[in-house]
C-alpha cells in the first residue's frame, strides 16, 4: 500500500481546490467576454447595415446631383437633341468621366438604348436596365458587363423630355473599403445574373466564396469564425444583388486580448503563488506533527527525557505544551509505580519483592549475608488498644527507629503487617545474633502512640546465607521459621536450626486435622483436680483438653491450641469442649458427684456474641446449675473486641457462670482493671508458683495478688503447685484454691472419679 503523506494529502486538496476555483474564474471570464464579444459583434453589424444603406443612398444622391448636373447642361442638351450620335457618345464619355461615372447610357423616350459609354450591351440587357429602373425608380443597384453599378435616371428636357440618361456608379473596392473604415465590418457584395458568372466585391484579401443562405448567423471563414448578416440589396427579374456584412469574431475578440492575457496572467500567478502558499501550509502543518509523532513512539518507548516544545501559539502549540505535561504526568507515574512496586507504602521502606532481589544479587555475588526476620507478638493487642491506625503509626515508628540504627551496608524492608527483614551483609551468625540483640532492646523502649507508651514484644529468627539455604526464599522461609520459634523462647531471639522444615510440616498437618479432630473422635477431656484449701470437701477440677493424633500421638494443647487459634478451628474445639465438660457432669451428677468444672476459653471464643444462650441451652439440656461451670479466660481475652467480650462475659454471667482469669501476671493488665470485668476468680500464673519460697521475689508479687484480689472480692487460684513448700506458703496467704502436680496431674474422666473416692485429709498435711 502506498502511504500518502499528510503534507502531500493536504497540497494536493488545495492545488486541486485552487485549480478549480481558478479555471473556473477563468472560463467563467472567457465565456463572458466571448458573449460580450459576440453582442458587441452583432450590434456592429446592425450599425454597420444602417451604415451601408446610408452610404448607398449618399453615393445614390451625389450621383443623381451630377446626373442633374449634366441633363442640364446646355451644351449637352443641344448634342442630344441633334440627335448626332457620335457627339452624344462624345458628350457621354466627357461627362462621365467628370462626375466620375463608371457608365452613362441613353435612352430614348421609348426605352431603346441610344448611346451608351459601354461596349455594346446585348438588346436584353439594355432592355432590362430600362425596364428595372422604371420599375424601381430613381435608382438601382445591378450587376452589369461584369461590375455591379449603381444606376441612377434622368431625363432630358428640351424643353419636352426627348430622352432618358442613365448613369452607373462602379461599386468597386474603394465603396467596400469606406465601409470597412467607417464600420470595421467586411463587405462583400455578390452581383448574380442570369446566365452570367457572378460578380463579387469583397473587403477581404482572397475574396472569400462565402455561400450562406441565413439572413444573420456564424461561419467558418478558414480558421475563422465571422459573424455574418446577409441583405438582399436588389432583386429583379433574373439579377439580384446581396451584401455580406462581416464581423470577424477573432478581431473582436482581439479588442479583449489583452485583457484576456492579463486575466490569464493574474490566474497562473494566483495559481502558482497559491501553490507555494499549500506547501507552505501542508509544510507548517505536518512538520509538528510529525514531531509529535515522533515524540509519542518516544514516550511509547520509555524515553520521557527529550522535551517537546513548539514556537507557536497556535492550537498545535497548545496540543504540543499539553503532550509535554502528558508525557511529564506518565513520566512521572511510571517513576511512583516502579517505587511502589518495590515499597512499602506505609513505612516507604523496601517491600517483599525489593529485598528478595537484594538478597539474590548478594547470592549471585557469594557474599556472606544474614537475614533477621522480626515479627512483633503482640501486635494485634497492640493495634486494638490503639485508635484507628495506632497499629500502622507504631509500625512507621519502628522503621524510623531501627533504620537509623543500621550501618549504610545493610537494608531494612516491610515484608506484611507487623512482619520486617533486616539484610546483614557480610555478617556471620554470632554477629547477626549481636545485631539481633540490639534491635531488640531498640523495639523494647514503649513508643508514645495516641497518649499511650506501647512496648513491643519482638522476635527475631536469624538464617545466614550460604550455612541455611542457597535461595532467597530458601532463606526467608527458614529465617521466619527460626522467627516463630523465637515466639516460644524468653529470649525471643532464634537461629535457624537444620530439620526444622519437618517441624513446619508437621505443623501444616496438624492445622489440617485440626478441623476434622472433633468428628473423628480424637478429643479427650482430662480434669486436673483443684483443691479448696478453705473446704476440701468441695470437688472442683479444670478440664484440659487432649488430642489423641492418629499419626503423632497424643499432641499437646500448649502445641494444637495456639494453631487452632490462628486458623479459626477454636470455635469447633471450645463447643466439643463444653459440651463434654456439661456432659460429664451430668455424668458425674448422675453418680452422686457434684464438681465444679473450669473450661478454657480463648479470646476468639470471646467476639462470639451467641456464646451465653448456646451454653445456657446446654446446661438445660443436661440439666447442670449454671454454678458447676466456671469459664477461664485470659487477660488478653477482652481486648481483641472489648465491647462484644464484655457483653459475652456479662451474658455467662448472668446465666449464673462463673468467670476466671487464666495465667494472671504474664500480661499487662492490672487488678484496677480486672475489676471492670464480671470476674469472681483469679488464677495466678504457674511461672510465679513453681519455684515459690519465702524470700524470692515472686513471693512478693504472690502474697500482695491475693490480699489485693480478696480486697476486691476475688477468689484466687494458684497454679503450679508442685512442692510442698509452695503449698505450705500459699496456704499461709490464704491462697483460696490451689492446683498443681503435687496436688494430682490432670486424669481420665475414670482416673478423676477415682481421685475423688480419695480419703480426706487436711491439705496441709498433704506433706506428711
Ligand atoms: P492452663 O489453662 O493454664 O492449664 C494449666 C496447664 O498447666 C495444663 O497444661 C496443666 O497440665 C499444667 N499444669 C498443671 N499443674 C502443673 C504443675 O504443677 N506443674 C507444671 N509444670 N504444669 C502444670 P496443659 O494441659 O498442657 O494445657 C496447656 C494450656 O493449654 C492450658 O493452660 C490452656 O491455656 C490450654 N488449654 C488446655 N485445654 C484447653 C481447652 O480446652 N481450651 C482452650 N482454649 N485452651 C486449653
Ligand atoms: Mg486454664
Ligand atoms: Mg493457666
Redesign the pocket.
Known amino acids: 500500500m502506498v502511504r500518502t503523506s499528510f503534507q502531500a494529502r493536504i497540497a494536493s486538496v488545495l492545488i486541486l481546490l485552487l485549480l478549480v476555483v481558478i479555471g473556473a474564474l477563468y472560463f467563467a471570464v472567457q465565456a463572458a467576454t466571448t458573449a460580450s464579444i459576440r453582442t458587441q459583434a452583432r450590434e456592429q453589424l446592425e450599425v454597420g447595415t444602417g451604415v451601408f444603406g446610408q452610404l448607398l443612398d449618399v453615393h445614390a444622391r451625389q450621383l443623381r446631383d451630377a446626373v442633374q448636373v449634366l441633363t442640364s447642361d446646355f451644351g449637352f442638351r443641344e448634342a442630344v437633341a441633334s440627335g448626332d450620335e457620335a457627339t452624344i457618345r462624345s458628350a457621354l464619355f466627357n461627362h462621365g468621366a467628370r462626375i466620375n461615372a463608371g457608365l452613362v447610357m441613353m435612352f430614348d423616350m421609348d426605352g431603346k438604348l441610344t448611346a451608351s459609354t459601354l461596349a455594346p450591351l446585348s438588346v436584353a440587357q439594355a432592355e432590362r436596365i430600362n425596364g428595372q429602373l422604371s420599375q424601381h425608380g430613381q435608382s438601382l443597384l445591378m450587376p452589369v458587363d461584369g461590375r455591379i453599378y449603381l444606376l441612377v435616371q434622368a431625363t432630358v428636357n428640351a424643353p419636352v423630355p426627348i430622352a432618358r440618361l442613365v448613369t452607373g456608379f462602379s461599386i468597386d473596392e474603394g465603396f467596400a473599403r469606406e465601409l470597412n473604415q467607417l464600420t470595421h465590418l467586411e463587405l462583400t457584395l455578390t452581383g448574380s445574373l442570369e446566365g452570367q458568372p457572378d460578380v463579387r466585391v469583397s473587403t477581404l484579401p482572397d475574396m472569400p466564396m462565402i455561400t450562406f443562405d441565413g439572413d444573420s448567423g456564424e461561419v467558418m471563414h478558414g480558421d475563422e469564425p465571422f459573424l455574418v448578416q446577409r441583405l438582399v440589396i436588389a432583386s429583379g427579374d433574373g439579377f439580384r444583388v446581396q451584401a455580406l456584412l462581416q464581423r470577424s469574431l477573432e478581431q473582436a475578440r482581439g479588442s479583449v486580448a489583452a485583457l484576456n492575457r492579463q486575466i490569464l496572467l493574474i490566474a497562473v500567478a494566483a495559481l502558482v503563488a497559491s501553490l507555494l502558499g499549500a506547501l507552505l501550509l501542508a509544510r507548517s502543518l505536518s512538520r509538528p506533527i510529525r514531531l509529535l509523532a515522533g515524540a509519542a513512539q518516544r514516550v511509547g518507548q520509555g524515553d520521557y527525557d527529550v522535551p517537546l516544545a513548539l514556537d507557536r501559539s497556535d492550537e498545535l502549540g497548545s496540543l504540543a505544551s499539553a503532550f509535554q505535561s502528558m508525557q511529564q504526568g506518565i513520566a512521572e507515574r511510571e517513576r511512583q509505580l516502579a517505587h511502589n512496586a518495590l515499597h512499602d507504602p506505609l513505612t516507604g521502606l523496601p517491600n517483599r519483592n525489593l529485598a528478595l532481589e537484594r538478597l539474590s544479587s548478594a547470592i549471585m555475588a557469594r557474599r556472606h549475608i544474614a537475614l533477621l526476620y522480626l515479627s512483633i507478638g503482640n501486635f494485634r493487642t497492640v493495634s486494638e488498644s490503639c485508635e484507628a491506625g495506632g497499629g500502622d503509626r507504631v509500625m512507621q515508628q519502628l522503621a524510623a527507629r531501627l533504620q537509623a540504627a543500621l550501618r549504610p551496608a545493610d537494608s531494612l524492608a516491610r515484608l506484611r503487617g507487623d512482619e520486617f527483614v533486616l539484610l546483614l551483609d557480610g555478617a556471620d551468625v554470632d554477629s547477626a545474633v549481636a545485631t539481633a540483640d540490639r534491635v531488640q532492646q531498640l523495639s523494647m523502649k514503649p513508643f508514645r502512640v495516641d497518649n499511650l507508651d506501647i512496648a513491643l514484644d519482638c522476635r527475631i529468627g536469624i538464617a545466614g546465607y550460604p550455612s541455611d539455604g542457597v535461595t532467597p526464599e530458601e532463606l526467608l522461609r527458614r529465617a521466619s521459621i527460626a522467627m516463630q520459634d523465637a515466639g516460644h523462647l524468653a529470649g525471643r531471639i532464634q537461629v535457624y536450626e537444620c530439620g526444622r522444615d519437618a517441624a513446619q510440616q508437621r505443623q501444616v498437618q496438624l492445622i489440617r486435622d485440626l478441623r476434622r479432630a472433633a468428628q473423628r473422635d480424637e478429643l479427650l477431656l482430662h480434669y486436673?483436680p483443684k483443691l479448696d484449701l478453705r473446704n476440701p470437701a468441695c470437688l472442683q477440677a479444670?478440664?484440659?483438653?487432649r488430642w489423641q493424633h492418629p499419626e503423632f500421638g497424643m499432641v499437646?494443647?500448649?502445641e494444637f491450641?495456639p494453631l487452632a487459634e490462628r486458623t479459626g478451628s477454636?470455635q469447633t474445639?471450645?463447643a466439643w469442649?463444653i459440651e463434654e465438660g456439661v456432659r460429664q457432669l451430668q455424668a458425674w451428677r448422675q453418680r452422686g458427684q457434684v464438681v465444679q468444672l473450669s473450661?478454657?476459653?480463648?479470646t476468639e471464643d470471646l467476639v462470639d456474641g451467641e456464646l451465653p444462650t448456646r451454653v445456657g441451652r446446654l446446661l438445660a439440656h443436661y440439666q447442670i446449675p449454671a454454678s458447676q461451670l466456671i469459664f477461664?479466660i485470659t487477660e488478653s481475652g477482652v481486648m481483641l473486641n472489648p465491647a462484644v467480650a464484655l457483653q459475652v462475659l456479662h451474658g455467662l454471667r448472668e446465666k449464673g457462670i462463673g468467670l476466671s482469669v487464666?495465667?494472671f501476671g504474664t500480661g499487662y493488665s492490672s487488678l484496677a482493671q480486672l475489676k471492670r470485668m464480671p470476674v469472681q476468680e483469679l488464677k495466678i500464673d504457674?511461672s510465679f508458683i513453681?519455684e515459690l519460697d519465702d524470700t524470692s521475689e515472686d513471693a512478693v508479687i504472690v502474697r500482695s495478688t491475693i490480699e489485693m484480689s480478696h480486697s476486691l472480692g476475688l477468689k484466687v487460684v494458684a497454679?503450679?503447685?508442685?512442692l510442698q513448700r509452695s503449698l505450705d506458703l500459699l496456704d499461709r496467704w490464704q491462697c483460696d484454691s490451689v492446683?498443681?502436680?503435687?496436688i494430682s496431674r490432670?486424669l481420665t474422666a475414670q482416673a478423676f472419679e477415682a481421685w475423688m473416692q480419695r480419703p480426706l485429709t487436711s491439705p496441709v498435711s498433704l506433706v506428711h
Open positions: 486436673q479444670e478440664g484440659l483438653l499437646s494443647p500448649g491450641i477454636i474445639l471450645t469442649v473450661l478454657n476459653i480463648s477461664e487464666d495465667d504457674q513453681r497454679e503450679g503447685v508442685e492446683q498443681g502436680y503435687l490432670p
